[in-house]
């Protein structure tokens, strides 16, 4: 978001629960589930540029309980768990909303580029950035990405993540003043 607001673009961040300041510039929403993330995705719709990045969880619980559920005679309870629906694939799907340019995230820890390629296809967006997360990427400053489309695949060299950004910000506007 601030790669993207540094470059001019006019954006709404839906951010999950964070420590973080808004960036400069940037709309925020707040949410906290899956569900209230997709539903303000969708409401920032119309855009130029939709970008997912965020780590959704697959599953949600079915049933979430008033209050505290407390120790009994039944033991442990147990919780049934429902599919969260895929929010990058919903707005990458054909639609008068659909965003210009889609773009996912994917991170793996095998076979990076063939199932990065798969998940491109499969959620139907223009490009993923995608990195392999067996190695120092999480809590750690760099990483070293692939740019993945239907045009090919460019490997960046590891970088600090705030450069990964300004990277793909550069590379989206570039799309836009050259539309491959
Ligand atoms: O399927 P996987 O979680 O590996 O896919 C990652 C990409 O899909 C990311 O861009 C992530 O933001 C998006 N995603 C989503 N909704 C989900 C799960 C993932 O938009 N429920």
């Given at each position: 978001a601030t790669a993207l607001a540094e470059l001019g673009a006019e954006v709404t961040l839906v951010s999950g629960p964070t420590g973080l300041n808004a960036p400069a510039g940037v709309i925020r929403i707040d949410v906290e589930s899956a569900l209230e993330m997709q539903a303000a995705t969708r409401a920032a719709?119309?855009?130029d540029i939709a970008v997912l990045s965020a780590a959704v969880a697959d599953w949600r619980v079915d049933t979430v309980a008033g209050g505290k559920i407390k120790k009994g005679p039944g033991g442990p309870p147990t919780l049934a768990l429902i599919e969260n629906p895929d929010i990058l694939a919903g707005i990458a799907?054909?639609?008068?909303?659909?965003?210009a340019l889609v773009i996912g995230f994917a991170a793996e820890t095998s076979d990076l580029e063939a199932n990065a390629r798969a998940k491109l296809s499969r959620k139907g967006c223009d490009w993923i950035v995608a990195?392999?997360?067996?190695?120092?990427?999480?809590?750690?400053d760099g990483n070293a990405v692939l740019l993945i489309s239907a045009e090919g695949t460019e490997t960046w060299p590891r970088q600090s993540k705030i450069a990964v950004a300004r990277t793909l910000a550069a590379r989206i506007a570039d799309h836009f003043k050259d539309p491959a």
């Open positions: 719709l119309p855009a799907a054909p639609g008068p909303d659909r965003p990195n392999d997360v067996s190695d120092e990427v999480f809590g750690a």
